[in-house]
């Protein structure tokens, strides 16, 4: 298994911009994340999603979208880039099965920066 | 409002020492609390994850403790080696899905 994929790894955007970070799992989990980390911060999560076409906002949503077509991916779409979104952005999974015990499984990390 | 702070923000250790590091939480009604290392550059890996009926938790040299009623976890390294560099987070969940992350403590083990 690849586990929890990312792409890109590095983007710059001008202000006003509008992008899309990829992330894919292929471990059949139904819960996915996304958090942002911004430097010598800890996490944050932005949306999260437990199963195709079920999303909800996290602690910090403003600025972003995100939406579930299938089990594997979970975009998350940045309309109009801002420098307050310059951060690490972490996608993450975790397996089906008991609520709330199971870990979850994070993908490498895209760097943006926003100028 | 859940708060997590991760003590000391840096510790340098000569390798072989054994070290402890140290997580405090504000609200003592948690699922769970895990605590992850993340290398440079790389995303997040799952150390141990402690449910809220257990008191600790070990994998290899690791061991990781958890005072509910107090707000308190530990995270005890032993016979600490380079390859521990990194830094380590510690995160909680209460009733959502939402993970609280600590800051995180930046580990150095000098050979």
Same mark, same amino acid.
């Given at each position: 298994?690849?586990?929890?994929?990312?792409?890109?790894?590095?983007?710059?955007?001008?202000?006003?911009?509008?992008?899309?970070?990829?992330?894919?799992?292929?471990?059949?989990? =139904?819960?996915?994340?996304?958090?942002?980390? #911004?430097?010598?911060?800890? *996490?944050? /999560?932005?949306?999260? +999603?437990?199963?195709?076409?079920?999303?909800?906002?996290?602690?910090?949503?403003?600025?972003? =979208?995100?939406?579930?077509?299938?089990?594997? #991916?979970?975009?998350?779409? *940045?309309? /109009?880039?801002?420098? +307050?979104?310059?951060?690490?952005?972490?996608?993450?999974?975790?397996?089906?099965?008991?609520?709330?015990?199971?870990?979850?499984?994070?993908?490498?990390?895209?760097?943006?920066?926003? /100028? | 409002?859940?708060?997590?702070?991760?003590?000391?923000?840096?510790?340098?250790?000569?390798?072989?020492?054994?070290?402890?590091?140290?997580?405090?939480?504000?609200?003592?009604?948690?699922?769970?609390?895990?605590?992850?290392?993340?290398?440079?550059?790389?995303?997040?890996?799952?150390?141990?994850?402690?449910?809220?009926?257990?008191?600790?938790?070990?994998?290899?040299?690791?061991?990781?403790?958890?005072?509910?009623?107090?707000?308190?976890?530990?995270?005890?390294?032993?016979?600490?080696?380079?390859?521990?560099?990194?830094?380590?987070?510690?995160?909680?969940?209460?009733?959502?899905?939402?993970?609280?992350?600590?800051?995180?403590?930046?580990?150095?083990?000098?050979?």
């Amino acid at each position: 298994n690849a586990g929890v994929t990312q792409t890109p790894k590095f983007r710059i955007l001008k202000i006003g911009q509008s992008m899309t970070l990829q992330c894919t799992q292929d471990m059949n989990h =139904n819960y996915m994340y996304w958090y942002r980390q #911004d430097p010598g911060m800890g *996490l944050k /999560l932005i949306y999260y +999603s437990v199963g195709a076409g079920i999303t909800d906002k996290g602690e910090v949503p403003n600025g972003y =979208n995100v939406s579930r077509s299938t089990t594997e #991916d979970f975009p998350l779409r *940045l309309e /109009l880039a801002a420098p +307050s979104q310059t951060s690490v952005y972490f996608c993450a999974s975790r397996p089906p099965g008991r609520y709330p015990y199971n870990e979850q499984f994070f993908g490498p990390g895209t760097r943006l920066t926003v /100028l | 409002k859940q708060e997590v702070t991760q003590i000391p923000a840096a510790l340098s250790v000569p390798e072989g020492e054994n070290l402890v590091l140290n997580c405090s939480f504000t609200d003592s009604a948690i699922y769970n609390l895990q605590w992850f290392r993340q290398d440079p550059g790389k995303g997040l890996t799952s150390l141990l994850l402690i449910q809220s009926s257990q008191r600790e938790q070990t994998s290899g040299r690791l061991n990781a403790s958890l005072d509910k009623s107090s707000g308190r976890s530990t995270l005890y390294i032993a016979a600490s080696q380079p390859g521990d560099s990194a830094t380590y987070l510690c995160a909680v969940q209460g009733g959502s899905e939402k993970l609280v992350f600590g800051k995180g403590t930046k580990l150095t083990v000098n050979p």
